[in-house]
């Protein structure tokens, strides 16, 4: 397990691995396993695993494969010793159902391909409660016109007695569709700014938030005004960011960004919504070679707990993550001068003509401007200790995105 780029405890030593319990489907049985790590902590995990006298991945299975789909399609229940795994469908129906094949390359989770129609998700890491990617995803697929998202075909989870856990989802598989980050890299390496797709870009990301806002009813998804608390305990969550990103900078912020952040205080009174909450170019796919996008993964960032991924915010926040991605891009390839400028502006220009008014804006642009810029500085804190840890030769990337969103903040920002 621990050699698997799925598992989430590879800097700690594995102590122990207990099967809880076990769900048999065909020739195989999708073990859960709860794994203890020598600092103490625990996760649950599923293992499918093939008949074998050695492990064997039960996800290369064809077969099992085939078996699980079915699952989820036909809502299926299969019983284990001290739980169940229960297939839950959508009203969307498959257009056809291919043979399937496991993708490769893959991190926190494993993607089978069913022809060029359906693509399956199995959740390696098991939390407890109500997944993100399944719960959104089924509200856009059931629930709104949105149709720049896969659709949901349905979805898996273990029950047991401490709860329910997602354990895979089916969604539609999108045709003639890339990476988005892949293809936009490609495309400034080509020298195509593409700056009229970015455009695009944005004004997807404006429909998804306004379809994430349409249901006033449901407790889940109905928009609820920022108040003071909010910006408050937001406000301390950036600081306390920007403090972890100062520690990972050997003590001492780059030139230009102050040590105190100030800037959200204008989102009180807008509304506060579900929102993607780990937005980037690699969370998006350029159909017909950027002639439009899909958003995809709406999983959130994975280490965080499930509650935590599942709060309102202001939806601000993937707005800046897709800016930061597009830093990100322009550092990455040989973007020609002054791109991450244009690229931000066709974004943010597609993103503001389809917004509009929307109640999850605030009302004038200073406090628009200052808000995203604080939320950059948040996304860009979070950069550079990530990249402190894992690749510490690009901290100099988030690095300049911080001093550039420290400028656009406004001379508050930063007051003590």
Known sequence: MARQRWFAGKTRRITSVVAEDGVRLGEATTWIVRVALDDGTAGRYALPLRDATAPDDALDDPAFCRALLALILDGGRVAGAHGEAVGTPTRAQPARVGEPRR?????SNTSVLFGDAIILKHFRRL???????????RFLTERTAFRHTPRLLGSLEYRDADGAWALAMAQDLVAESRDGWRWLLERLSARDAALPALTRLGRRTAELHLALASDGQDPAFAPERITPADVAAWTAGVQRQLDAARGALGGRLPDGVAPRVDGLAGLVGAARLRHHGDFHLGQTL???DGDDW???????EPLRPLEERRRKHT????VAGMLRSLGYAAASAPAPGGWEEQARTAFLDGYRTAAGRAPFLPGDETAFTRALAVLEIEKAAYEIV???NNRPDWVAIPARGLVSAALRSGPAAGAA
């Open 103 to 107: 993708l490769t390359g893959e991190q």
């Open 294 to 300: 899909v958003l995809i993964d709406f999983e959130g």
């Open 127 to 137: 939390a407890a409660g109500v997944n993100p990617d399944v719960e959104i995803t």
């Open 315 to 318: 939806p601000l926040r993937d």
């Open 286 to 288: 350029a159909v017909r």
């Open 386 to 388: 990530y990249e402190a």
